[in-house]
């Protein structure tokens, strides 16, 4: 059975029927293949059949064909008559009759009669064997079937005998042989004659019962039906046993025997055997008797052996495919809930997707919406500040004019008030401007390289100032502290200006406010600490939360009737990030407040500026003496002068990439790279061509001294030389070049001339520096980083350089280039303040203004005035 059970065919099938095909013909076809399979099967392995048909029946059922319902049962209920299964059999059958339709299913019933008829008259439940085969009867009839109406009035005939209804039973005999008058079957013939014979002799008469047995006998023989003629003789032989006909008997058993043996029919070569040995022993041939009695015995036991192992086996098997069935059915369950699993899975999975598409579809779509309302509301925002600040300037400039001419206290003091109102309003417009180019991604950062100290100095006299006014004192306490650094004025000024004035705001007249600054390290990193500080009204732990939040105000009441928007803090967040930093406040009710900003600092690059920003004078001293080395090192140093020596002339100019002096002294013969290709070096680069070089020589010959001066030496000082000679020629090279920085400062401070006509006069590098500061002045992020990469110098050797030529710093040359360019378009009225602030790369009016009045003593708004 196994080795069935896993024919590839078969289980083909079996999957098809567990996959549940959707396509109906393939089940079709499945299901039709699984019964023929089963029927194949039937007659030598009746438990795959089952099986099978198990299998087809529910794969019909599920596809609700009928027929092949039909005939799965019919599989399986012949499959267990075979194996005995008399009442399952039975209980399919009549399941199959419920489903039959006449007369379509007239074939299938009649089957079933028939079957249902041959299976209770194996219970002996004669009564209804003759109910079912008369049934079948008329089924045939209906059909018009002769042979087999022939075949159950032959069968009926039989039932009516064991019934003792002789009469019926002659009656049906003589209908078949009506029938077999018509039409010769020797098959039911011999079975008409052979009932007859029976028949004759159950009633006790035995002479037509002989003739009649051996017409039947005739009958099977002429149609080869060796089975049937077997069972004819042998009932002749038991008749003339019965009749005691011995040797008559003996004939017909031994040739029955000889059939049965003939044909394997073991269990009638027992009978016959057991037959033969009785009439031979009624014969007296005990010798024989015994050799077939005991023949017929050991055949019967191992017929009863053979019979118990079938039965074992068949037990056995039952139970395999019980178990089997099971396995199936777990299988067929197992592969639904794992379709179920897989299914959820993939619905769980397809949402899931699904969902974070919508979520990052929405989430983008955000973005952008807000991005675009930023930008909306920047723009906005801008064109109403100029439309403000427009009218702002022209209420302003009348005030300040009417604030110089009049003399009258009181008006004095209505204009002042005037003043200040519009300065308030002027910086809430900025305030508000700054935080919507914030939130617009649009502010940007403007770091320059400046005067850390003179900064804050300005900031501590701005706010003792303010806070004087209230009748405060306003310390500004500096420590730890470097001169220059990299910083953004303008928004410093605003974290600052906000920190600072809402401490004066929110303190009490007669309270104390200050700024504590100091330079701490992080990391290696210099980080600039900023600690605003008051004994005012302090600030409660709800308050604390909110206080950075845009437009909340702390409940008015608390001792102070300070006005405000609410916005001064959220810009100051916002920039303190924006630069990288962070913002704390440690506050309570009635304590004070302390706002503390700590943001990274880059300070200015120790080599190359140092010695400039000190104010030194650094000298390199190139020379291969180490005698002459020292000697000259201790005389400048002597000077105050900062020395950098070389060993040759590679060595130097080796120097010369890191550090930027302001005078190059040099031997002319040196091992390696000599003193004039130094000098050559020195002149071609854009860095270094301005530095004076005195060549220092053994070497005097005309020629020689010739060649130096040629080649771009300013000095030519031959050896053995004089010390104070030496101090008199550096001192007058560094001279010139001090002259030549305040010829360029004076012709700055020309009101006069115009910004090109200052800047023609000036060496062709701060000239090309002028042209691109010119050229983009409108950007405010032009940085000093920005000018020396367009200038193609490093950015150290930039600012030595540009400090050395003009005494100027870059960014302060930068910054007077947009003041004084804002100046002449203020004066040729080429737009207002704002106009030309913005014009001039000024991100912020009110710092545009404050350098402006810092640079020409007055604000930009009277400039265009006559
Ligand atoms: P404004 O001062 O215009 O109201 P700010 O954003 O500058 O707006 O400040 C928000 C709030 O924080 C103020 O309304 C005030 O209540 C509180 N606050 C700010 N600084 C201080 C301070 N130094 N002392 C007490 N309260 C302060």
Same mark, same amino acid.
């Not at 040739?255 to 031979?280: C, N, P």
């Given at each position: ?93 009549? %399941? ?171 269990? +009638? ?13 009624? @014969? ?102 100029? +439309? ?43 305030? @508000? ?236 013969? @040196? ?31 005309? %020629? ?20 104070? +000679? ?75 350089? @540009? ?64």
């Amino acid at each position: 059975m196994n080795r069935v059970f896993w024919n590839p065919r078969v289980i083909f099938f079996l999957l098809l029927t567990f996959a549940g095909l959707p396509c109906a013909t393939a089940q079709d076809d499945a299901t039709a293949a699984l019964l023929d399979r089963a029927h194949h099967l039937s007659a030598s392995f009746p438990d795959s059949t089952i099986l099978l048909a198990d299998s087809a029946l529910s794969l019909a059922a599920a596809q609700g064909n009928v027929k092949q319902r039909i005939r799965a049962m019919e599989e399986k209920a012949y499959a267990l008559t075979d194996l005995g299964r008399s009442e399952e059999a039975i209980a399919i059958y009549f %399941e199959a009759l419920k489903l039959c339709r006449p007369p379509g299913d007239n074939r299938q019933i009649a089957f079933i009669y028939n079957q249902l008829g041959y299976l209770y008259l194996g219970e002996n439940d004669y009564a209804a064997a003759k109910n079912y085969y008369t049934l079948d009867l008329a089924v045939h009839r209906q059909m018009g079937d002769e042979k087999g109406c022939g075949n159950q009035l032959l069968n009926l005939a039989g039932v009516h005998r064991l019934l003792h209804e002789y009469d019926s039973a002659v009656f049906r005999l003589n209908e078949l042989e009506g029938i077999l008058t018509l039409k010769r079957d020797t098959l039911l013939e011999g079975g008409l004659y052979n009932e007859k014979g029976i028949l004759f002799q159950t009633t006790g008469v035995p002479d037509s019962a002989r003739v009649y047995y051996k017409e039947a006998a005739q009958a099977w023989a002429l149609g080869h039906y060796d089975s049937q003629l077997m069972r004819a003789l042998f009932n002749l032989a038991d008749l003339e046993a019965g009749q005691k006909r011995t040797e008559e008997a003996l004939s017909l058993y031994l040739e029955s025997d000889s059939i049965a043996r003939k044909l394997h029919l073991f269990h +009638e070569q027992v009978l016959t055997g057991k037959k033969i040995g009785e009439m031979y022993a009624a @014969m007296g041939n005990t010798a024989l008797a015994y050799r077939y009695l005991q023949d017929a015995a050991s055949l019967g036991d191992s017929l009863k052996i053979k019979d118990d192992a079938a039965f074992a086996s068949r037990l056995d098997r039952e139970f395999r495919m019980e178990q089997n069935r099971r396995t199936i059915q777990d299988q067929q369950l197992r592969i639904r809930r794992e379709e179920t699993r897989l299914l959820f899975v993939i619905i769980i999975s397809v949402c899931a997707v699904f969902l974070l598409v919508i979520v990052f579809t929405w989430y983008r779509f955000r973005q952008r919406v807000r991005a675009q309302v930023e930008a909306a509301k920047a723009t906005f925002f801008d064109n109403v500040a100029h +439309e403000i600040r427009t009218p702002l300037s022209m209420i302003l400039a009348p005030v300040k004019v009417l604030q110089k001419k009049s003399s009258d206290p009181d008006e004095k003091k209505q204009l002042d008030l005037a003043e200040r109102n519009i300065t308030r309003l002027n910086e809430l417009i900025t305030q @508000m401007l700054d935080i919507s180019k914030i939130d617009a991604a649009h502010y940007r950062l403007n770091e320059s390289y400046g005067d850390l100290q003179a900064y804050f100095a300005g900031i501590a006299a701005t706010c003792e100032a303010q806070a004087k006014e209230k009748n405060m004192k306003f310390t500004v306490n500096v420590e730890n502290f470097p001169s220059h650094g990299f910083f953004d004025h303008d928004a410093l000024d605003k974290i600052i200006g906000n920190l600072a004035g809402n401490a004066i705001k929110y303190t009490p007249p007669g309270g104390e406010a200050g700024i504590d600054i100091s330079v701490t390290q992080k990391d290696a990193h210099p980080e600039l600490s900023i600690s605003v500080w008051d004994t005012g009204a302090g600030i409660s732990a709800a308050d604390k939360e909110r206080i950075f939040d845009r437009f909340y105000r702390a409940d008015p009441k608390r001792g102070t009737d300070a006005r405000g928007a609410g916005i001064g803090l959220s810009l100051v967040r916002e920039l303190v990030t924006l630069m990288k930093g962070k913002i704390e406040v440690e506050s309570s009710p009635g304590n004070g407040s302390v706002f503390t900003v700590t943001l990274p600092l880059r300070l200015a690059e120790k080599n190359a500026s140092s010695s400039a920003e000190n104010g030194e004078t650094l000298v390199l001293l190139v020379e291969d003496d180490s005698d002459i080395l020292a000697f000259n090192r201790s005389l400048l140093e002597g000077e105050t002068y900062k020395v950098i020596t070389a060993g040759d002339g590679a060595e130097a100019a080796a120097v010369l990439e890191k550090e930027l002096p302001d005078i190059i002294i040099t031997d002319l013969m @040196m091992p390696g790279r000599d003193g004039l290709s130094l000098l050559k070096e020195v002149r071609s680069s854009a860095a270094t061509e301005h530095i004076p070089v005195i060549i220092l020589s053994a070497k005097s010959a005309a %020629e020689t001294r010739i060649t130096g001066v040629r080649e771009g030496a300013q000095v030519f000082l031959s050896k053995p030389f004089v010390p104070d +000679e030496l101090i008199a020629l550096v001192r007058s090279q560094l001279a010139i070049l001090e002259k030549q920085q305040q010829r360029y400062r004076s012709a700055n401070e020309d009101r006069e001339q115009t910004l090109e006509e200052r800047f023609a006069g000036t060496d062709p590098f701060t000239q090309k520096f002028f042209a691109l500061a010119v050229q983009h002045l409108e950007d405010s992020g032009l940085s000093v980083e920005r000018l020396a990469e367009l200038m193609h110098i490093n950015r150290s050797h930039f600012q030595r350089k @540009m400090k050395t030529l003009t005494g100027y710093s870059p960014s302060e040359l930068l910054r007077i280039i947009r003041l004084e360019t804002a100046l002449q378009l203020l004066r040729e009225k080429k737009g207002n303040v704002t106009e030309v602030a913005y014009r001039c790369g000024f991100t912020s009016q009110s710092y545009f203004s404050k350098c402006f009045v810092q640079r020409f003593g007055y604000a930009p708004s009277v400039a265009g005035k006559p």
